[in-house]
């Protein structure tokens, strides 16, 4: 079955995905349980907090240009905001914030920087460079993989 050149092309996708959501956590936020009622005004609640996340996150990183996990925090923010309004901007600002958490910390000690820029290049659809930055992944915690 594996010899099938199809069917090895569309398992790589998945492949890589299932390994990034692996190393990557949940993504469950404190704003996606506030109890409102009004979907709408759930919403507003949500954006709202994520717009005051994301300045505080750039405040921060302004502040302390080597705080990594500022960065990792800021590309997650961006990778969510860009899948809820899809707004291909938001995946180039994840893709600056990810590449600046690499250079202060290597991906030996910065997992989550090395999973975040890999989750960059599967929603930018760079299947191959989101598949070597994943098996990179394995190669650092193959207990993981």
């Known amino acids: 079955v594996m010899n099938n050149p199809l069917l ?3 398992s790589v996708p998945m492949f890589v ?4 959501c692996a190393c990557a956590g949940s993504g469950e936020t404190a704003s ?4 409102v009622s009004d979907a709408s005004e759930q919403t507003t609640v949500k954006k709202s907090a994520a717009n005051e996340t994301i300045r505080f996150l750039e405040d921060r990183v302004k502040q302390d240009s080597e705080d990594f996990i500022a960065y990792n ?3 997650s923010e961006y990778l969510q905001q860009m899948r809820e309004t899809g707004d291909p901007n938001y995946l180039t600002l994840a893709s600056r914030a990810a590449r600046a958490s690499l250079e202060i910390l290597p991906p030996p000690q910065n997992k989550e920087g090395l999973a975040l820029l890999a989750l960059v290049e599967y929603a930018s659809h760079d299947f191959t460079q989101a598949r070597d930055y994943a098996e990179k992944l394995v190669e650092l915690e193959p207990d993981k993989g």
């Open 73 to 75: 925090k800021l590309a």
């Open 32 to 35: 996606s349980k506030l109890p």
């Open 8 to 10: 090895i092309k569309l």
């Open 17 to 20: 995905s299932l390994l990034i």
